[in-house]
């Protein structure tokens, strides 16, 4: 029997994804959870596992297109499934309201279907899209690190490898027989239709469109609101200098301020349930969970892992998620679970520098806040007969003028700063 596999939902609030890569091809044989497309969305790249044992005898989406949940990805025969045959009276009934209809005819059984089994010892591990790849730059599949499926190579080790191979430096003269990179053809233009003479055209990557239509959406959606404070952090860095050696030796990565900002961000959502929340489908959610959404950088992509349970966390815990997190991302190990169920985030704009930003908020959530770099500012003292230098820092939150009003997002801030002030010298990190 013939079954339909679809376009599973990868995630809470993911409607679609685009087909990245084709595993499979019309004739291979699938057992059930084996993956058969690598899709993007705008969370992540996730494989989809196959939800049958079979043959594939139709690819119904083709790479690049864009498909809906729900919406029919692949064709299979089903091992040891009888096709069902329609009662006869039923079969009158279609022919006689369906007279000037033309003859139908069976389909003819697929040749693939008479193949054997493909040997996964002998076949190649990798989709033909990957071997298009690999032939355009000339490289042998064994070179490149697989991260897929039981050892498969995907589209995106080979993307990966590549990025790899251009940063390193220039090879010794005795090693440059091999083919240079392609790169980008420059657009000889005369006129200014958007495009100069000189100007290089790059096809925006899965990843970068998927970004783009998330960031439009939330733009066009969503009517945004701003506010920024600042809030003295001097014990914060007091309490880092003090503590930072001795946590990277007994925990074996850096203990950098970012933790206590989602530390006092999470406490604060805790108790301003209302900056916790999305609009969906002309509906209010109000999350319970406080799962805080953050930003890695991978190259000139952007994810969004999820902090889960965060105002459950100790300063070590939530440091811990954010250095498992980041790694996962740009090792690519991230799985789709890691990239979802955020409901407000925390954007560390301050490791460039920044001083004010206004971010776009992460649809469908209700809120985001950008941690704005710690500068040194001259402040009056508490008794206000004098100044001293502090460690300042600002808090920029955008805000969803549907769901909240500047009474809501100032209160809000208003308990971040009390958390962030209430750390001192002895705070405890665990």
């Given at each position: 029997m013939k079954k339909e596999m679809t376009m599973p939902r990868l995630g809470e609030s993911v409607t679609e994804g685009t087909i990245v890569d084709w595993l499979v091809q019309v004739g291979d044989h699938v057992e059930e959870y084996d993956p058969i497309c690598e899709v993007q969305t705008?969370?992540?790249?996730?494989?989809?596992?196959?939800?049958f044992t079979g043959t594939i005898t139709k690819v119904l989406a083709a790479t690049d297109d864009t498909?809906?949940?729900g919406a029919p990805l692949a064709e299979i025969a089903v091992e040891g499934a009888v096709e069902e045959s329609a009662p006869a009276a039923d079969t009158a009934t279609s022919a006689t309201s369906e007279t000037s209809a033309e003859p139908a005819t069976p389909d003819p059984a697929p040749v693939a279907a008479?193949?054997?089994?493909?040997?996964?010892?002998?076949?190649?591990r990798f989709s033909p899209a990957v071997a298009s790849l690999l032939a355009k730059y000339r490289l042998h599949a064994d070179d490149i690190p697989a991260t897929g499926h039981q050892g498969r190579l995907t589209r995106q080790d080979v993307e990966n490898f590549m990025a790899e191979e251009v940063s390193q430096p220039a090879p010794a003269a005795a090693h440059q027989a091999a083919s240079p990179v392609p790169t980008p053809t420059p657009v000889q233009n005369t006129g200014f239709d958007g495009q100069l003479p000189g100007d290089i055209i790059t096809p925006g990557s899965s990843v970068r469109k998927a970004i783009a239509a998330h960031m439009s959406q939330s733009k066009n959606e969503i009517p945004h609101g701003w506010m920024m404070v600042e809030q003295d952090v001097s014990n914060i860095v007091v309490l880092r200098q003090k503590e930072k050696a001795n946590f990277q030796k007994r925990e074996g990565f850096k203990l950098t301020y970012f933790p206590f900002?989602?530390?006092?961000?999470?406490?604060?959502?805790?108790?301003?349930?209302?900056i916790n929340s999305s609009w969906q489908n002309n509906m209010k959610i109000t999350h319970k969970q406080v799962n805080i959404s953050i930003a890695v950088a991978k190259g000139d992509e952007l994810f969004v892992p999820v902090i889960k349970h965060a105002d459950d966390l100790s300063i070590k815990g939530i440091a811990a998620e954010i250095n498992r997190l980041a790694s996962a991302v740009r090792n690519g190990t991230a799985t789709a679970d890691d990239m979802q169920g955020g409901t407000f985030t925390v954007n560390n704009t301050g490791s460039f520098g920044s001083v004010?930003?206004?971010?776009i908020i992460n649809y469908p959530q209700a809120a985001i806040i950008q941690?704005?770099?710690?500068?040194?500012?001259?402040?009056?003292?508490?008794d206000g007969r004098g100044f001293t230098f502090a460690d300042m820092v600002n808090l920029s939150l955008s805000v969803d003028h549907r769901l909240l009003d500047g009474v809501a997002a100032g209160g809000f801030l208003k308990d971040v700063k009390k958390n962030l002030a209430a750390y001192?010298?002895?705070?405890?990190?665990?």
């Open positions: 705008v969370k992540v790249v996730a494989e989809v596992p196959s939800s498909i809906a949940v008479a193949q054997p089994a493909v040997d996964s010892t002998d076949a190649p900002f989602v530390k006092a961000v999470a406490q604060a959502l805790a108790k301003h349930p209302r004010a930003s206004m971010g941690i704005e770099s710690i500068r040194k500012a001259i402040q009056p003292t508490p001192g010298p002895d705070s405890n990190l665990y």
